[in-house]
């Protein structure tokens, strides 16, 4: 017969497990004594033949959320399901136990009673393996049949159970015993450090991740359904392009030579357009070697689409249609509340020139103002600026301080002036401007288009002028493209482009105060 083991015999096992790992081990880290414990108990395991890490497929035929939705007492459905999860919880009454078990659609409770489990007259296995070496955390799979309980709980009784993989760390926030309870896991760094514990333990985050994964679908069927071709590009860059930003630097051995991680996608979506595609998007993952805040992250995902023979009106038009679906998806209504705001998709949307905008919030016409004034003006209005800015930069930085933060509700700024738009085309009726739109949402850009600029001449003066800024010290001046500027003079029918910030679009679409909040494992300074 088995023995059982008696606390004072578990402390003297746990002494000597770590006298052992303490000789034989370097230690990396610190193992609590809850570690060790379970430690000691995955060896005891190990010595009754039962292998803590089975190489099994076990085969479920069901979910927690499948029971929950659809069992009814009074049918035969359930009565012979297989299931696998998390231990979560467990309550040992004698020779009955209930345990909450968690999967991936959600938690429910089970019924585990020593005779059921051993059937014969010797009952130490039950006292021994499930009362003292199986642990909260634990990954098991069981076989049984659901029933209610007297208090109407839905319930599965266990008639078989296997452990599938031992959890050698305590779970936060999870009640070991009668007399240890763990620290609730809210610290952000560790949160977002540890996220698989965190997805763990609590629920709400799933849900978030579940959301954006159904953004991101939502987005896909609809262009799909506009005939547009999904396509990928290139990560690693010769030269990087098609936004403003410092750029990811590394070197490729075979071929030494200095390649980029992309900072966008656009200028490749574009040979594609001259190729013959008529619409294109890529869902892609960026790199920006900048600042981080609870708005930036430097790898971050971007939808770009680009679509021939359209412009910034058309997309314009398609943007806030798609924008409304994805509400509507995800809340079965255009208002999704953000923080303190309640924020409404509904078309149509507002819509600015930035100029106007400018004038709107400040009360001061920009519109025909050279660097010399605009520098003063920023100045009257405290925004500090870096001596290389330029003149789109300076209204940049204007715009930025003075009106995005008053533009909750989705609103269009349209007609930017040229010099901060090196790749839009110049405005048909004028000439300082170009034909471009940003979406601004809850005080943040979420989305950026042009009417694309396909005249390969204008776009090498465009390329030069950055080129010159960059000379001037502006580390986010744009690069001369010449194979792109080779592409363009074969010709580039009249195209619009989007590029809508996935990251920014589901913290408002979740309501999370953090581009942190949803980004599996965002960017995180070294570990100390």
């Known amino acids: 017969m088995l023995k059982k083991f008696s606390l004072v015999r578990y402390f003297l096992l ?15 880290y610190f193992i609590s004594e809850q570690e060790l414990l379970r430690r000691k108990k995955k060896e005891e395991l190990e010595a009754l033949g039962i292998n803590p890490y089975p190489a099994v497929t076990f085969v479920t035929n069901t979910s927690t959320e499948d029971i929950l939705v659809n069992f009814n007492k009074s049918s035969q459905d359930f009565q012979a399901v297989r299931i696998a999860g998390r231990m979560m919880s467990r309550r040992i009454m004698g020779a009955a136990s209930f345990v909450e078990l968690q999967d991936a659609k959600g938690k429910i409770q089970l019924y585990i ?57 305590p779970l936060p926030m999870v009640k070991e015993d009668e007399k240890q309870v763990y620290d609730a896991f809210t610290d952000p760094e560790q949160r977002y ?33 506009q005939g547009c071709a999904e396509v ?48 294109v998007y890529e869902f892609a993952k960026d790199f920006r070697n900048e600042g981080m ?11 770009e689409l680009y679509v021939a023979y359209k412009d910034y009106r058309w997309m314009m038009n398609l943007t806030e249609e798609l924008l409304e679906q994805i509400a509507l998806k995800l809340h079965g209504t255009t208002e999704v509340q953000v923080g303190e705001h309640t924020i409404n998709f509904k078309r149509p949307w507002k819509r600015f020139t930035m100029f106007e905008a400018i004038q709107h919030f400040t009360g001061i016409d920009i519109s025909n103002m050279e660097e010399t004034e605009l520098r003063k003006t920023a100045a009257q209005l ?21 009106c995005e933060p008053h533009l909750i509700q989705p609103t269009f700024i349209t007609d930017y002036p040229v010099e901060m738009s090196p790749l839009a085309k110049q405005h048909r009726d004028n ?23 396909n005249d390969p001449i204008e776009q090498r003066n465009r390329f030069e002028d950055q080129l010159q800024l960059g000379q001037r010290g502006d580390e986010e001046a744009m690069m001369l493209d010449e194979d792109f500027l080779r592409a363009l003079s074969y010709g580039m029918p009249p195209t619009a482009g989007l590029g809508i910030g996935i990251d ?18 965002p960017q995180m300074r070294p570990e100390k």
């Open 193 to 225: 450090r540890q996220r698989y514990v965190d997805l763990l333990v609590t629920p709400t985050v799933r849900t978030i991740f579940q959301k954006r994964t159904q953004m991101i679908h939502t987005i896909r069927e609809y262009l799909n359904a």
């Open 382 to 402: 405290h925004i500090p600026l870096e001596s290389s800015a330029g003149k789109g930069k300076i209204i940049d930085e204007i715009f930025g301080a003075e």
């Open 14 to 28: 746990v002494l000597d497990h770590a006298r052992k790992l303490s000789q034989t081990h370097t230690m990396s």
């Open 504 to 521: 920014r679009l589901a913290m408002i679409m979740t309501n999370s105060p953090s581009i942190q909040e949803v980004i599996f494992f």
């Open 113 to 169: 009673h020593r005779d059921t489990l051993c059937p014969g007259e010797d009952k130490s296995l039950y006292n021994l393996v499930f009362k003292k070496l199986l642990d909260i955390g634990d990954l098991i799979g069981i076989e049984g049949f659901v029933f209610t309980t007297h208090v109407g709980e839905i319930t599965i009784q266990v008639q078989q159970l296997t452990l599938l993989a031992k959890s050698l760390r």
């Open 431 to 453: 000439p300082n401007l170009v034909e471009r739109f940003e979406a601004i949402c809850n005080g943040k850009e979420i989305c950026n288009a042009f009417s694309e600029l």
């Open 293 to 303: 805040s609870r708005f930036h992250n430097p790898e971050f995902t971007m939808l």
């Open 232 to 279: 990928e590009t290139p990560i690693l860059q010769p030269l990087y392009g098609g936004a403003a930003a410092r750029p990811f630097k590394t070197h490729h051995n075979t071929l030494n030579t200095t390649l980029y991680l992309r900072i966008a996608n656009e200028l490749y979506l574009k040979r594609l357009i001259v190729g013959g595609y008529e619409g």
